[in-house]
């Protein structure tokens, strides 16, 4: 350890304030100093791996050489705040407030309906932000890389991009289908309603009255760091943390001595690689060494014969760098430059390029690197230096392989990479593959060089590496020298894909699992470098080669990153509707500016109380096991630990005899909650559950799989059926009968506010207030008053606003309450227990995977006559609301046909896997896609178009669903006739059909689905609502109702509906919390329904107290509302009301498999194009049209953000979002890392949604309906389109026509189902001879 103890003065600013902190933790990052130390908690916390931007800021330095001022975007989650001396912060409160004077981003993001849920925006706001510091008219390419590194789970980003897209120079248009018009153009053209239609609008915000961007107005840089810059402190600067010397040399001489005293010591440059290392594998630097402020590591040489780069340079500047380079060298000398600039475009987010520096990366050696394949096939040389002096090594497959021979020796550091330039005849290549195109670490990546003979194509030199596929980059060594000497050909590319087979060998068993996948893109990947360099050589007008056969080009091409565009039309207001009343106009979501400028406060954010202690939980590391004993006397001595709460501390119940809150003797799952610490903070509880020692005794039959449960029995309830006609019979009468499988893999809700609550007892009267994210405040509170045994009435949730939900914060919040709950009681302490990403994604659930078997009988038309279909869910260990899915999926699962004999059949799995529970759509987006696989099939067999099969199954007249309730399927076929029009399916199926004849590595798909969605819950009782509405003396409004804000904007609609009730404008009215102190016993935001009944009770409520003003108004026509409240104060008239609404008839007698279970029914079609690529497996989304029945929307803005949102959710379940388990049960994707929801990127290129007016719906508010859920489950038309692109490939192939249809249609499902010569020659394994590294659970 260092032998100064005193620390220096860590000196930066924030929002142009200094910030001198005289004890620095090392330990502790910026996102922890900005919410704890200075307030300032707009800057979310979503992850803490640097993986979502929920915490970005910018940062701004002056580079004391050049005198620049730098700003980039970072992740405040990864950054020490050691390292920012000299830095200055801006956070999303330094840019703009309410109360002071908004940014035009803020005001943008906000008006353009860029926020839902709001936990993402500040960090959208802070990228935009930082991009438009560097480059006030950006182009939109720039604004989708600045954004690439945000996640958001409600918009569906479509909005974000509007808002962003307000600030850049020039609209591309969208190009549509490539004529050059603007799909607003073409729409004019076409015969869809929007044609013919005055009343349909285009426009969901108007750019008139934006603050105009004027960058004078920007924060300055502080001139006292400006004088730091131009001064440099060349002093060591120490930083002593409580267990971590930070140590900051100011020159190189001291960094090296400093390196050789402590050659263990790492060097910090970004902490991309180390911090979350530290964070999340446990490992521990009690010094790190910062080069920041040493400029040797960042000079910039060029020479005749190639590039120095220094290590210290951000992979941000190394692009910037190349670029350069690029564009002043001859193409032939720029190949391995051009090269990395392509993987340099989809490494990681911009937040983390800005972050990681190019000496971190190439020293963390990650398998999964994706530059240092290319710097070593393009035979890149390390400068090192110490002490001792300098030397080079070659960056090669020994270096990267940590060799010691081949390594730096521990008192080196890596001063800068050479990287050579390129010669004539000589090409350099890289590739990679992930779950999806941007922003994913690699499954295989690698680098390839050829150098050939001058004039000829006999290979002088190959290299080839590949990251992925080993514990560290390999090199295919023994490859390359054997094909030295041979022609660029055919046999050569046989031989090569042989022998790399054979030397980049792949046990069956291999972390990271997806072996056979992997081995395929190994040679896969070969064969578009073989093209490519015939391509190439043809450039050179080399003759002897062979011809890339035209039907082969398109392997060479990348799927392009392009800019979304679309258009969204819904039905104008009436014009005779007074401009007062909001409903039915796309008013912005109510908080929209309040999360922009990161002053909405969610749970997290209550500033820290007196006495409040920190919870932290320790689960379970056995699936299935006895808990023998628990020990936690180690944590208790631990400083700072308060006490620890085991299931003995619990004074009442502890949950159910199959549920309990917190486990007694059993675990029934890995993450499974045993026992809780408190401790005085967050960290010092999270390091004390390490302490905590438990034993196990492994307990069996241990489950994880549907095929387990079913050969085990092992169900959580019992068989649930709807049957109609007469199926056997049937059977016997049809042309063809086909029997399949459908695999539906789980979904993890990645709501972006992870699950937090907080405990507050109240002194002597056993009172509790509990501040909680949830979806359901009366469950917490009966939850919290069975496991303490004190009435309910003395328990009061409030709900301020949630940071998305998704399903997946109505059970839970009520465990993680209790159990903090307990913890409060027990100490007398306010409790706050807040999961991190990891916890929440191991311990939560999700959507449940499923197995579906159907048999179907059609006739040679495509008529199905019988369908039989019996679906298993994977529930998890408890019931949860496993048999509530089950019985909703079965509901659900005719989706829009009309088949004469049909027989569900449904059960819910018992597994030793985390409970699964409600998630967005309930069950039927598992449903729709077993549906329409079997449809998809029954078309292949006709060889006839799904879409014909579609078409002649659907209902079509007044008829009745499986249950026996009535319906008009009337608007269902509008939207599928006019989805069909607005995206011009039958002309652009024959454009897939014709470039599909002309390639053979690329493929289209195309498919469109129709939908009929069911809202609401299967009894009256849970759709009952209250809302109590309070006129004050001065004429103003508030309004509180049992819904809760998740960010679907329910606060906004209900304010809609008190504004046209009461006849006053919006800003009248105030909607504070959702309280059960004052909304009791309310019923779980959730099943599209929230705002329809919520909005009924507050129309109640409005309508009771105008009844009330009536005779005054009448006396007083001509007088003004605060008139008229007056008067009524005056008079002793009540200006308070409670509303209720008994809620809609819904019943369903599961016994007779009858009932009218569902209030209405929401319609909608949706069609997407995608194109493939049979080597990769990757795809691209070319298109969506989207067509949603919404009678007479409340708020346009608010559902089609929904549908859209929904949409891109839906089709991250159906697409990228993959759990993996270990065989033991543990859940390997727990962050954004593993776990890969949908970025900006991934939306499809061109994305348009209509809500479709439709005839009145007297039973709900105004005639709207609820469109929350649907959307998810149109998000299978992009599987279909995946699944109809690899049918294609598969009958060009001549290989089977059906194939296991699995979702998520991940590159690697994808890959293998378009099998060829590829995945012929890859060696397969006996699964019964290997222990996967992970198992399928449906
Ligand atoms: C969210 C996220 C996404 C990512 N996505 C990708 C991706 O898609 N593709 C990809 O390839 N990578 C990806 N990465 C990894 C990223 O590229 C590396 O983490 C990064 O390059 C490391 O650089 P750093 O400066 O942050 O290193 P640090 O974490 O600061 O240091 C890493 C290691 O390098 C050593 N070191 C650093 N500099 C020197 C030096 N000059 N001399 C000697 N040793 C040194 C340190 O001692 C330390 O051991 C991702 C990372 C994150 C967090
Ligand atoms: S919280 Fe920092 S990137 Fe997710
Ligand atoms: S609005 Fe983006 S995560 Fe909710």
């Given at each position: 350890m260092p032998d100064q103890w005193r620390s220096d003065e860590l000196v930066f600013f924030v929002n142009g304030r200094k910030v001198i902190e005289r004890d620095a933790d090392p330990e502790v990052t910026l996102l922890t100093f900005l919410r704890k130390n200075l307030g300032l908690t707009g800057t979310k916390d979503a992850c803490g791996r640097g993986g979502c931007g929920a915490c970005t800021v910018m940062v701004s330095r002056c580079d004391p050489?050049?005198?620049?001022?730098?700003?980039?975007?970072i992740t405040a989650c990864l950054v020490p705040i050691c390292s920012l001396y000299g830095a200055a912060v801006t956070t999303v409160e330094g840019v703009g407030s309410i109360k002071t004077k908004l940014h035009p981003v803020q005001e943008r993001i906000a008006k353009s309906h860029g926020t839902q849920c709001g936990f993402c925006t500040p960090g959208m706001v802070m990228s935009m932000y930082t991009l438009l510091r560097n480059h006030p008219q950006p182009s939109e390419e720039q604004l989708m890389e600045a954004l690439g590194g945000n996640l958001c789970r409600c918009t569906g980003y479509r909005p974000i991009l509007d808002g962003g897209k307000t600030f850049c120079t020039e609209s591309n248009g969208c190009q549509q289908n490539g004529t050059g018009k603007c799909c607003l153009d073409q729409r004019e053209e076409d015969s869809s309603s929007r044609g013919r239609n005055?009343?349909?609008?285009?426009?969901?915000?108007t750019k008139d009255g934006f603050q105009p961007l004027d960058p004078t107005q920007e924060l300055i840089f502080p001139p006292a760091l400006l004088r730091m810059a131009e001064n440099p402190e060349k002093r060591t600067l120490t930083f002593h943390g409580e267990r971590v010397t930070w140590i900051s040399p100011g020159t190189l001489k001291d960094l090296l001595e400093l390196k050789a005293k402590y050659p263990e010591a790492p060097l910090v440059l970004g902490n991309t690689s180390l911090g979350p290392a530290m964070r999340s594998q446990g490992h521990f630097h009690p010094v790190l060494l910062s080069p920041a402020r040493i400029s040797e590591l960042s000079i910039v040489s060029t020479t005749s014969e190639g590039l120095t780069i220094g290590a210290g340079c951000s992979l941000a500047q190394v692009k910037h760098i190349l670029a350069e380079r690029v564009s002043e060298l001859p193409e032939e000398k720029a190949e391995t430059y051009q090269t990395l600039l392509k993987h340099l475009q989809s490494l990681a987010g911009q937040q983390i390029r800005n972050l990681a520096s190019l000496g971190g990366h190439v020293m963390s050696r990650h398998c999964y690197s994706d530059l240092?394949?290319?710097?070593?096939?393009?035979?890149?040389?390390?400068?090192?230096?110490?002490k001792e002096g300098t030397r080079q090594i070659p960056l090669n497959e020994h270096f990267?392989?940590?060799?010691?021979?081949?390594?730096?020796?521990p008192e080196e550091i890596l001063q800068s990479v050479y990287i050579p330039h390129s010669r004539k005849w000589e090409f350099v290549s890289a590739f990679r593959q992930a779950q999806c195109q941007q922003n994913a670490l690699a499954d295989v990546n690698a680098g390839m060089r050829v150098l050939f003979k001058e004039g000829t194509d006999t290979v002088e030199d190959l290299s080839i590496t590949y990251g992925g596929v080993g514990a560290a980059t390999v090199g295919a060594h023994r490859t390359c020298q054997q094909l030295q000497g041979r022609c660029w050909n055919e046999q050569m590319l046989e031989e090569a894909c042989r022998l790399l087979l054979d030397e980049v060998s792949l046990p069956g068993s291999a972390p990271g699992g997806r072996v056979e996948f992997k081995r395929t893109l190994v040679v896969s990947f070969f064969f578009k470098f073989y093209l490519e360099v015939l391509q190439k050589l043809k450039k050179l007008d080399y003759l002897g080669s062979p011809e890339v056969s035209e039907l082969f080009l398109s392997a060479l091409e990348d799927f392009p990153v392009t800019v979304p565009q679309g258009v969204q039309t819904y039905q104008r207001v009436a014009p005779c509707q007074p401009l007062q009343d909001p409903v039915g106009r796309p008013i912005m979501h109510l908080s929209g500016l309040k999360h922009a400028t990161g002053e909405a406060m969610f749970c997290g954010d209550i500033p820290r109380l007196d006495r409040e202690l920190a919870m932290a939980l320790v689960t379970s590391a056995r699936a299935r096991a006895k808990i023998i004993s628990i020990d936690f006397s180690k944590a208790l001595e631990l400083p700072g630990v308060v006490d620890v709460i085991t299931a003995k501390d619990i004074p009442g119940t502890n949950g159910a005899e199959d549920s309990k809150i917190l486990a007694v003797d059993e675990v029934l799952c890995v993450g499974h909650i045993i026992c809780a610490v408190v401790a005085e903070t967050d960290v010092q509880a999270k390091r004390a559950i390490e302490k905590v020692k438990i034993t196990y005794e492994d307990l069996e039959p241990i489950i994880f799989t549907i095929e387990d449960a079913i050969k085990h029995n092992s169900f959580l309830c019992p068989e649930k059926k709807l049957e109609q006609g007469n199926i056997e019979e049937a059977f016997g009468k049809v042309d063809q009968i086909i029997e399949g499988e459908v695999h539906i893999g789980g979904q993890e809700h990645f709501y972006m506010e992870t699950q937090r609550v907080l405990v507050i007892p109240k002194r002597g009267d056993q009172e509790l207030d509990i501040h909680v994210s949830t979806q359901d405040p009366a469950h917490v509170q009966k939850t919290v008053s069975s496991t303490l045994n004190i009435p309910i009435n003395k328990i009061t949730c409030h709900v301020k606003q949630v940071g998305g939900g998704f399903g997946g914060k109505i059970g839970r919040p009520a465990i993680l309450g209790a159990i903090a709950a307990v913890g409060a009681i027990k100490t007398g302490h306010p409790i706050r227990l807040v999961l991190d990403r990891e916890e929440d994604m191991l311990i939560t659930g999700g959507r449940h995977p499923l197995f579906g078997k159907y048999k179907v009988g059609f006739m040679k038309d495509g008529r199905i006559e019988a369908l039989d279909i019996e679906c298993f869910i994977n529930g998890g260990c408890t019931p949860e609301d496993s048999e509530a899915v089950a019985e909703f999926l079965l509901l659900k699962l005719e989706n829009a046909y009309k088949i004469q004999n049909l027989r569900f059949r449904g059960r819910a799995c018992m597994t030793n896997l985390a409970s699964n529970t409600s998630f967005r759509g309930f069950g039927f987006p598992q449903g729709i896609l077993v549906i329409e696989s079997c449809i998809t099939a029954v078309a292949a067999k006709c060889g006839l178009l799904p879409e014909k099969v579609r078409e002649k199954n659907m209902y079509k007249t007044v008829d009745k669903a499986i249950y026996k309730q009535e319906f008009n399927p009337e608007p269902l076929i509008r939207c599928w006739n006019e989805c069909l029009d607005k995206s011009s399916f039958h002309s652009r199926r024959m454009q897939v059909e014709e470039f599909n004849k002309k390639n053979y590595w690329k493929k289209k798909g195309i498919a469109?689905?129709?939908m009929k969605f069911s809202v609401g819950f299967t009894a009256t009782s849970y759709h009952q609502a209250a809302a109590l509405v309070h006129i004050y003396t001065d004429g103003s409004v508030l309004v509180t109702q049992g819904g809760n804000e998740l960010g679907q904007g329910i606060h906004t609609k209900i304010l809609q509906v008190a504004s046209r009730e009461l006849k006053i404008p919006m800003s009248y009215i105030h909607i504070s919390e959702t309280s059960t102190a004052t909304v009791p016993n309310t019923i779980t935001t959730a099943a599209s329904i929230g705002s329809d009944v919520n909005g009924r009770a507050v129309q109640d409520a409005c309508q009771i107290l105008l009844k009330r003003l009536e005779p005054i108004i009448k006396e007083h026509p001509e007088g003004t509302w605060e008139d008229w409240i007056k008067t009524a104060f005056e008079q002793s008239i009540s200006l308070s009301a409670t509303g209720f609404f008994r809620g809609y008839k819904a019943f369903m007698d599961w016994e007779k498999g009858e009932g009218e279970p569902f209030p209405y029914y929401i319609y909608g079609a949706a069609c997407s194009e995608v194109e493939i690529d049979c080597l990769?497996?990757?795809?691209?989304?070319?298109?969506?049209?989207i067509v949603m029945e919404a009678c007479s929307s409340l708020n346009p803005a608010i559902d089609v953000g929904q549908v859209e949102g929904a949409f891109i959710q839906g089709m991250g379940l159906y697409t990228t979002e993959e759990l993996k388990y270990s065989p033991e049960g543990v859940l390997?994707?727990?962050?954004?890392?593993?776990?890969?929801?949908?970025?900006?990127?991934?939306?499809?290129?061109?994305?348009?949604?209509?809500?479709l007016p439709s005839s009145p719906n007297p039973l709900t508010i105004y005639s709207s309906k609820g469109l929350g859920e649907s959307g998810v489950a149109l998000g299978s038309s992009v599987f279909l389109a995946i699944a109809d692109a690899v049918a294609t490939a598969r009958r060009e192939r001549d290989v089977a026509e059906d194939f296991p249809v699995k979702s998520p249609a991940t590159p690697e499902w994808v890959r293998m189902a378009c099998a060829d010569r590829f995945t012929e020659m890859i060696p397969r394994d006996d699964p019964k001879t290997l222990k996967p590294w992970s198992i399928p659970v449906a």
């Open positions: 050489v050049s005198k620049e001022i730098r700003h980039f975007s005055s009343e349909i609008s285009t426009e969901l915000f240092n394949p290319i710097l070593a096939v393009g035979n890149a040389t390390l400068n090192l230096i110490s990267l392989a940590g060799l010691p021979r081949a390594d730096l020796k469109v689905i129709p990769t497996g990757a795809h691209k989304k070319i298109r969506t049209d390997y994707s727990r962050g954004p890392d593993e776990y890969k929801i949908p970025t900006v990127t991934d939306i499809p290129g061109e994305f348009n949604v209509s809500l």
